[in-house]
Each structure stands twice: as structure tokens, then as C-alpha cells.
């Protein structure tokens, strides 16, 4: 009795402020781990580490030295540039400890996604009030766009985690100096260590603006080189295997970056090809900003503010106006457009007015930290800015939307109702959370249907089930062709590769229709599950079909 009146006791203490946060990270939970198996996004990329992780497992192969290629970052010609190999080494680990299976090696990307949730508490709580703090977590935990990418394993995928742990180290070490605790020295090597080997845009993002704070907390107090010391050992212990990679092949790769970022970029050296880029960036931001937030849309930047001064444009030379508006003739577009600019720029001219003007020390230091990193972000992008438009690219500011939110919720708390912020929090949660809620259930619907592959998108539950049925349609053979329309039968074979071989069954993608398919073998034939065949394809008679969503399964010579 005496112990369940302690634990009483205990949990009475617990404030209502605890009690809901951790019902904000639950909620974060379930979404981020509900068939967290079957639904799991499995593509070529995932495959692909899938089977060198699988061969270090099976030590087949030595742990790499380097880690995943940077496809389409720069333009180096025929070599690619290399990260770290400190993603590997996570799903290594991962997969000693639960097993060598794509959801298993996926873990460390959902505990990171996780552990992002309570952290981005603390990181909000460093400006904002607690109540206010509390609604800008809830409506991280149910993001869509968080929700997406903490399902799957990605190199990419950590960056939210990692940015946060930087900058509130960053902070900690300005508020406090050469007082700073040594655990956010820690953590301050330990996030860029990492962070460098994640992406190619925070290999150069984290150490500029780690370069940037050592000068000035030096300048303010030279004593603190000792931490600062520490922070580039620790850094330099945890790409300790790049650097022996690139001594072993010559810094070739260290190469392949240094001439693919100084080469080809001739717009890049003319100030309206800056212009231009920094255009079409800000643009893709503010698209970005929206989509984080609300989930409206899809991933990939549609520049409809560029569309839009398009069409201002020609208004204004008197000429002939297409209808070519980029879907914004739709009612539904164009409000979503005009709240997302809305947003952004009064967002924008609120962080920069409350920069200048807070007083709080803590605060200020606050904001101005985070605006160096936005603006050096936004520098370091300025090459990519016409190569990407798909809004991953900015999870190193996926934060950013949250806080201008909470700079627009506190402004109209004291400027339109008169200090009273619970009718604007309550309108903000309900419009935000309806579209993330509404997103998350219309994928949800596609998923527990069996219909969310497609040429563009992999899901393992499905993927487990068309290769299960190729391999019971082969019988006993063990060697399997796949053929078909070049979008799907490139986008499924690798995976296919890699879950028949879990099955001891051979399978290979022959890519050239015409040549003489293997007598005698299984062959299959993949294709959107609308374009209906007949009776042959290439000259060989169908024997099977079995669709699984979107995708048709052929199964042809006899099978």
C-alpha cells in the first residue's frame, strides 16, 4: 500500500505540462511506427545500402570507409562524391542488434525521428512560452512531412535530429561562454561529426557556421579554446575512417568534390545567374515552408510565385495571357499560394524585427543564431537551386515554418486579440492539423489498400508480396528474369533482387526487350496495372497475370 501511495505521490508531482507532452510524443509514435514494417518506403536507394549493409553483416565485406554517393549534388562527370560512412555504421550496428532486414536497418532513422519530438520542445521553449512551445511540438509530431521521411531509412532522414542538437549547442556555449556545460561541448563535436557525413549540404553548412561561432566566442573570451579544441577532436575522431579511406585512394574523393564544386557552374559567376538562382531558392523556400507545415501539396516545388510573376509580367507588356497557370486557376491552389506568401514574408519580417529589436539576451542570441544559420543555409543552397525542388532539401531548416508560426501566433495574440493567445492557437492547431490529419489519412487509405507502389514510389509489405508471387509462379526454377516497361521494371528489379535472395531464388532484370529471353527460365513482366496486355507481349504468350495495386505481374513462356 505504502508504495503504490508513493507512486501516487510521485506522479501527482508530475506537472500538466509533462503529462502533455508526452501525450504529443505518443501521438508523434504511433503515427511515426504504426506497420512500421509493411509500410516502410523501400526504393533503390534503400535496397541498395540494404545489400552492402547485408554483405558487412555477413562478413562478406570489411565496414566501409566511406559512406552513400551524393547522386546529382554536383555535376563531376562520371565519378560521384562519397559522404562519410557513419550512416552505414548506424545501420550495421542496427542490424547486429535486431536483425538483417530493411525495417530493422531502418531503426536508427525512426529513433532519431523520435527522440526529434522532445528536443524540438526544448529547442521552441528557448523563445516561446510553454503553452505556446507545447502547440508548435503537437504540430511537429503530426507533420506529414516529418511523418513521411522518419519511415524509412534514408541518409537524409537524421538531419532534423542532428540540426537541433547543433544549434542548441551553438546556443548554449554563446549564452554561457567559458562557462558552457561540458555535455553540449560533447554534443556540439558529436552533431557536426555526424551531421558532415549526412548530407553534402551540411558538410559545408556545419562547419562554416561552426568556423563563425569560434571566432566569436574567442574574441569574447579566448579561455574557451580548450572546449573549442575539443569540439574539433571530436569532430575529426568521427570521420577518423573517411580520412584513412581518402589517404588509402589518394583524396580521390576529396577531389571529386573540390572539382565538381568550382567547375561547370559558369552562371553561378554573373550576378544575374545569382540573382536568378536566389530567386528560384526563395521561392522553393516559402513553397517548402507551407508544404512543412500544412502538408498541402506535394513534395516537389511547383514554383507558382515564379509562375504567377510570369503572368504579372505579361500583363504588364499588354500580352496575349495562356491559360497556363499551373493549376492556381483551381480555388483551392490559389488560397493555399496566397496564405504561403502571406506567411513567409510576414514570417520573415517578424523573425528579422524581432532580432533587432528583442531585448532578452537569451533571446536575442537566440534569433540571431538561428538567423545566421537560416541565411548560411540559404547560401550554401544558391548551387543546388535550380538542380532540386524537392523539399527534403531543406530539412536542415525544417524548424523554420514552426517558429515564423509562433512569431505570426504571438503578434496577433497582442495586435488583433489583445493579449488573449488561446483563440489564435486554437485556429492555427485546427487549420493546421485538418491538412496534415487529411494527408497522413489519404496515405494511410492507399496503404492499407495494397496501392501505394507505383513507378514512383516502393513500399516493402507490397514489394514482400509481388516477389512471393513471382517465386511461387516460377515453381522450382531458381533463375528469374524480370522484363517490362523501363519505369517500373528499373524502379522494382534491385528490390526484388534483394528479397529473392533472402528466399535463396536468383533474379536479375534483363533491360533489353529484344534480346533472346533464357529458354527455360521464369520470366516475368512488369507494367502499370492500367495498361492492360493481351494475349502476348514481345512475341511471348502471357500464361498468368496478377495485379497488386497499381502493378501488373505478367508471368509469360508457359509459366
Known amino acids: 500500500m505504502k508504495k503504490i501511495d508513493y507512486l501516487m505521490e510521485k506522479l501527482n508531482r508530475i506537472s500538466k505540462s509533462t503529462w502533455i507532452l508526452l501525450a504529443i510524443i505518443i501521438v508523434g509514435v504511433f503515427l511515426r511506427t504504426y506497420h512500421f514494417h509493411a509500410w516502410l518506403n523501400f526504393e533503390n536507394d534503400q535496397s541498395r545500402d540494404a545489400i552492402l549493409v547485408s554483405d558487412v553483416l555477413a562478413g562478406k565485406t570489411p565496414w566501409p570507409l ?39 536497418l531502418a531503426y536508427p532513422d525512426l529513433i532519431f525521428s523520435l527522440l526529434t519530438i522532445p528536443l524540438f520542445y526544448l529547442f521552441m521553449k528557448k523563445y516561446f512560452s510553454l503553452n505556446l512551445s507545447l502547440v508548435l511540438t503537437g504540430l511537429f509530431s503530426i507533420s506529414f512531412f516529418a511523418i513521411k521521411y522518419a519511415r524509412f531509412a534514408w541518409n537524409p532522414n537524421s538531419i532534423p535530429f542532428f540540426t537541433l542538437i547543433f544549434l542548441l549547442a551553438l546556443y548554449e556555449l554563446v549564452v554561457n561562454g567559458e562557462k558552457a556545460r561540458w555535455k553540449w561541448v560533447f554534443a556540439a563535436g558529436a552533431a557536426v561529426g555526424i551531421g558532415v557525413q549526412l548530407h553534402v549540404i551540411l558538410l559545408v553548412l556545419f562547419p562554416v557556421m561552426l568556423f563563425l561561432v569560434f571566432i ?27 580520412g584513412i579511406g581518402e589517404m588509402r585512394s589518394g583524396f580521390s574523393n576529396a577531389k571529386v568534390f573540390l572539382n565538381s564544386a568550382t567547375a561547370g557552374d559558369s552562371v553561378a ?46 500583363v504588364e507588356q499588354n500580352k496575349k495571357i495562356k491559360k497556363t497557370w499551373n493549376g492556381m486557376d483551381q480555388p483551392a491552389v490559389a488560397v493555399n499560394l496566397l496564405c504561403g506568401l502571406v506567411f513567409s514574408l510576414m514570417g520573415y519580417g517578424l523573425f528579422i524585427y524581432r532580432a533587432w529589436k528583442e531585448t532578452d539576451r537569451k533571446k536575442k542570441i537566440f534569433l540571431r543564431l538561428i538567423g545566421l544559420y537560416a541565411a548560411l543555409s540559404f547560401i550554401v543552397m544558391l548551387p543546388l537551386a535550380e538542380k532540386f525542388a524537392e523539399f527534403r532539401y531543406f530539412s536542415q531548416v525544417f524548424f523554420m515554418p514552426f517558429l515564423l508560426l509562433g512569431l505570426l501566433s504571438e503578434f496577433l495574440a497582442r495586435k488583433v486579440f489583445q493579449e488573449r493567445l488561446v483563440p489564435v492557437i486554437i485556429i492555427i492547431f485546427f487549420v493546421v492539423t485538418l491538412t496534415n490529419v487529411n494527408s497522413v489519412l489519404a496515405a494511410g487509405k492507399d496503404l492499407s489498400a495494397g496501392k501505394r507502389s507505383d513507378k514512383h514510389f516502393a513500399v516493402l509489405g507490397e514489394m514482400e508480396l509481388m516477389v512471393r508471387y513471382i517465386i511461387s509462379a516460377s515453381g522450382t526454377r531458381k533463375d528469374i528474369n524480370i522484363v517490362g516497361d523501363d519505369e517500373y521494371a528499373a524502379h522494382f528489379s534491385q528490390d526484388f533482387y534483394y528479397l529473392a535472395e533472402k528466399e535463396g531464388v536468383n533474379l536479375f532484370r534483363i533491360k533489353d526487350d529484344d534480346k533472346k529471353l533464357p529458354l ?27 495485379t497488386f495495386g497499381k502493378v501488373a505481374i505478367y508471368g509469360l513462356n508457359g509459366i
Not at 76 to 97: D, E, R, T, V
Not at 273 to 285: D, F, H, S
Open 269 to 314: 559567376k554573373n550576378k544575374n545567374g545569382m540573382l536568378e538562382k536566389a530567386g528560384t531558392e526563395l521561392n522553393c523556400q516559402m513553397e517548402a515552408n507551407a508544404h512543412i507545415l500544412s502538408s498541402f501539396g506535394s513534395d516537389t516545388c511547383r514554383f507558382s510565385f515564379k509562375t504567377v510573376g510570369a503572368v504579372i509580367e505579361r
Open 66 to 104: 566511406l559512406g552513400p554517393t551524393m547522386r546529382g549534388s554536383y555535376d563531376a562527370g562520371s565519378n560521384l562524391f562519397h559522404l562519410g560512412p557513419m550512416y552505414y555504421y548506424f545501420q550495421i550496428i542496427s542490424g547486429k542488434i535486431f536483425g538483417n532486414y530493411p525495417d530493422k
Open 520 to 546: 527455360g527460365s521464369a520470366i516475368f513482366y512488369l507494367t502499370d496495372a492500367a495498361d492492360k496486355k493481351g494475349k502476348h507481349i514481345g512475341g511471348y504468350s502471357v500464361a498468368s497475370c496478377k
Open 216 to 242: 566569436y566566442l574567442l574574441k569574447e573570451n579566448w579561455r574557451i579554446w580548450k572546449k573549442l579544441a575539443l569540439i574539433i577532436f571530436i569532430v575529426m575522431a568521427l570521420n577518423l575512417s573517411q
